[in-house]
């Protein structure tokens, strides 16, 4: 039997007896439900921006539909909807790739703006100006 084979087991059966005892199965699938929607909250606001934002998406849905249904058919739509897109994407021209860098640009600069990043580094070098300021 392989290593793999023996966890997957080990985490069935430890599954298996926490489903046994209804208040802990209710705890434990709220807990599931409480860490995957909050890893799939952080993915969709990163996804925006450069970085890992639709793989903390995808990591939130996978929590989520260990153990809600919903969330595993949500999961494998959204992965086929992505590689569909990514699909088309690549596919395109040179001028839509550039467009779409400089939106995701405009946006990582607009929330560093948003968040006072600008003023704070600014402030390190001397330079004082309104522009810099954020709007909160």
């Known amino acids: 039997m392989t290593e793999e084979v023996r966890t997957e087991n080990r985490w069935q059966r430890a599954r298996r007896q926490i489903a046994s005892n209804p208040v802990l199965n209710l705890s434990y699938r709220i807990a599931v439900g409480v860490i995957g929607t909050a890893v799939l909250v952080v993915g969709i606001v990163t996804?925006?921006?450069?970085?890992?934002?639709?793989?903390?998406v995808f990591a939130g849905l996978g929590i989520l539909?260990?153990?809600?249904?919903?969330?595993?058919?949500?999961?494998?739509?959204?992965?086929?909807?992505?590689?569909?897109?990514?699909?088309?994407?690549?596919?395109?021209?040179?001028?839509?790739?550039?467009?779409?860098?400089?939106?995701?640009?405009?946006?990582?600069?607009?929330?560093?703006?948003?968040?006072?990043?600008f003023s704070l580094v600014?402030?390190?070098?001397?330079?004082?100006?309104?522009?810099?300021?954020?709007?909160?």
């Open 122 to 136: 600014g402030g390190w070098f001397g330079i004082e100006h309104s522009i810099l300021e954020s709007p909160l």
């Open 65 to 117: 539909g260990s153990e809600f249904a919903w969330a595993h058919r949500l999961l494998h739509f959204a992965k086929a909807k992505y590689d569909a897109f990514m699909d088309w994407f690549a596919k395109q021209s040179i001028v839509v790739k550039a467009l779409s860098a400089l939106a995701t640009m405009l946006i990582v600069l607009a929330t560093l703006w948003v968040l006072g990043t």
């Open 47 to 56: 996804i925006p921006y450069p970085g890992p934002g639709w793989l903390i």
